[in-house]
């Protein structure tokens, strides 16, 4: 079993792409083929339930056909927060100036808002005594974070202060207009800590990225006492490598990772799930991941042979297989074409995009090594705590190469004391404000909305320099990071009313410049995979409605690019294939690097 023993509500968590719903899914299956009435629920707006159950799935429970004692329902956030927004910013059409609704609506408009959204669906699912009296277990494919758990259960993020105070950029925002759940709110945080009914599973993969990720979630719920916790290590590569270079160094990698694995997961109950070839399509193939987790047998892995000489004979099989594999691959180009691309202009900036674990580190350090040994002056810099980029550099030495790197703790403090001594200014002109009034915008300027704020701040004191050079930068702001900053800039010029901390004129000069493609160039990074292409193509409409246009994808440890002949990896290649051609349907431009020794 994935989970034993098996609470009542068994909640599963991990950064996107680490088979998380997948996960979830084959344990709803176990349960309810253990004689267990299960109903597994998804609040991801990424979720494929309806692709790995191959049924549609509505937002009332559904069953599934061949598994007597399973249910499958999907909650939509996005819609539930289109709706709140709408909620929100409805009363005020027509009442005030267009900018200032325009503002509203996009401090509505970010990740937070869609994971308060999801956290209501789900809590009003809870809270309906006869919708889930009927079942044993309630799966749910996706947790809320610690964060949002943590506003939730601040004592002022209830009061007025929500409804008065403006600190800029925030996601307090999301939990304006609330109160009336409360109560409800405060039962599910106390559910989820509950150990004897509620199990968190963290699903993660054998990589550095991943086992930070699932450690970081692991400690921030421990920390709300929510300390009953399961890991699951998703794709491990077992077995002969074959003699294979790649599956070798695959092997060694995953080895390596595990070996430091955080210690925050050290203590955990663990299961590792070996790297299974399937699409995970239906129940049937379900039920095999299910017997390779516990350790059964798996279904054979029919080999597909990749990146064979160009002098060899094809069978009619493995035509069928090369051609359409052949045409796929043909369309991309290389990392020396994507260097040539950039240096076309001189100089500029070169921002990598994606998220965690795809890549955007190694891939900002091997642009800004190919500009520099072509001559040219180039910057490298990152805003991630967890990049190494002088480890992706190497042992390599240029003179025309300078490694830098923006502190994210050091910039969202120096912002946050800005933020809080605005916020004292205009309380104490207002009458003053309380503890826990403090407290919680405390809570809120240590989110994620509030570094990626203070980060983008510290883009603005360097990029100046890509006038006569280039500066590459590892993790750039997303869209909606950009249409808050200029709609606090619109805020403020037609209402004439303080929008929290003042906004640099070095970022209003940069606004400009990311939405000019002859300066700025924006690299969305993936890997061939369903979840990363998924929120990739979400990044490129966020960064589109920020008005800058993309300048490509890439994607990044393609096995289908490797030429490797193990008989896994080479299956896992070919499932790239449909990933591979929606991005080049996503994007004119695209680029593949193949997965090799030493790049992630």
């Avoid at 968190?200 to 006492?225: D, K, M, N, Q």
């Avoid at 043909?330 to 950039?342: K, M, P, R, W, Y």
Wanted: some cysteine; aromatic content about 4%; overall charge negative.
């Amino acid at each position: 079993m994935l989970t034993t023993p098996a609470t009542r509500h068994l909640f599963f968590t991990g950064k996107g792409g680490v088979g998380k719903t997948t996960v979830a899914s084959a344990t709803a299956v176990h349960l309810a083929e253990s004689g267990a009435r299960t109903l597994i629920v998804s609040t991801d707006p990424a979720s494929n339930l309806d692709d790995v159950f191959a049924m549609q799935v509505g937002t009332t429970p559904t069953p599934v056909p061949g598994v007597d004692a399973l249910w499958i329902m999907n909650l939509d956030p996005e819609a539930a927060a289109a709706s709140y927004r709408e909620h929100m910013v409805g009363p005020y059409r027509g009442v005030l100036p267009d900018a200032a609704i325009r503002s509203m609506e996009e401090q509505l408009s970010g990740a937070c808002t869609v994971e308060i959204a999801a956290f209501n669906e789900f809590t009003a699912l809870l809270a309906d005594a006869q919708l889930t009296a009927s079942f044993d277990h309630v799966v749910f494919d996706t947790a809320p974070t610690g964060h949002t758990l943590r506003l939730l259960s601040l004592p002022s993020a209830w009061s007025g202060f929500l409804a008065t105070s403006s600190t800029g950029a925030s996601c307090l925002g999301p939990l304006a207009g609330l109160e009336q759940h409360r109560a409800r709110y405060a039962a599910t945080v106390a559910a989820l800590a509950d150990a004897s009914s509620t199990t968190i599973v963290l699903v993660t993969r054998p990589e550095s990225s991943a086992l930070r990720e699932a450690a970081r979630a692991a400690g921030e719920l421990a920390a709300l006492g929510i300390a009953n916790q399961r890991l699951v290590i998703n794709g491990v590569l077992t077995g002969d490598t074959e003699g294979d270079g790649i599956a070798l160094a695959f092997a060694r990698r995953q080895r390596e990772a595990l070996n430091a694995m955080p210690e925050a997961l050290r203590g955990l109950p663990v299961a590792r799930i070996p790297l299974i070839v399937s699409d995970l399509t239906g129940l049937e193939a379900l039920r095999g991941f299910v017997r390779a987790a516990a350790g059964g047998t798996e279904r054979p892995v029919t080999p597909v042979h990749t990146s064979l000489p160009a002098t060899a004979a094809l069978s009619p099989a493995d035509a069928l297989l090369q051609a359409p594999r052949a045409a796929v691959l043909s369309g991309f180009g290389d990392l020396e074409a994507l260097v040539a691309q950039i240096a076309a202009d001189g100089h500029g900036v070169v921002m990598t995009m994606g998220k965690g674990g795809v890549g955007k580190t190694t891939l900002a350090a091997g642009i800004a090594m190919s500009l520099a040994r072509a001559g040219h002056r180039v910057h490298l810099s990152t805003t991630d705590p967890a990049a190494h980029l002088a480890a992706a550099v190497g042992e390599h030495q240029f003179a025309t190469l300078t490694v830098r790197r923006i502190d994210p703790a050091v910039e969202t403090e120096r912002y946050a004391r800005e933020v809080l001594s605005a916020a004292a200014v205009a309380a104490q002109a207002s009458g003053g404000w309380d503890a826990n009034e403090r407290a919680l915008l405390e809570e809120d300027l240590r989110s994620p909305c509030t570094e990626e704020i203070a980060v983008f701040r510290a883009f603005a004191r360097t990029v100046d320099d890509a006038t006569d050079a280039f500066v590459v930068l590892d993790t750039a702001p997303t869209g909606h990071t950009l249409l808050l900053l200029d709609a606090a800039e619109s805020y403020h010029r037609e209402v004439a009313r303080t929008a929290g901390a003042h906004v640099p004129e070095a970022v209003r000069a940069l606004l400009p410049r990311l939405r000019d493609p002859r300066y700025t160039k924006m690299l969305l990074v993936t890997l061939a995979e369903a979840t990363p292409v998924h929120e990739a193509s979400r990044l490129q409409d966020d960064l589109r409605r920020a008005g800058i246009a993309p300048f490509g994808w890439v994607v990044n440890a393609s096995l289908a690019a490797s030429g490797t002949r193990h008989s896994c990896l080479a299956a896992r290649a070919q499932l790239e294939l449909p990933h591979l051609a929606k991005v080049r349907e996503l994007h004119q431009r695209t680029w593949l690097i193949p997965w090799r020794d030493g790049v992630a």
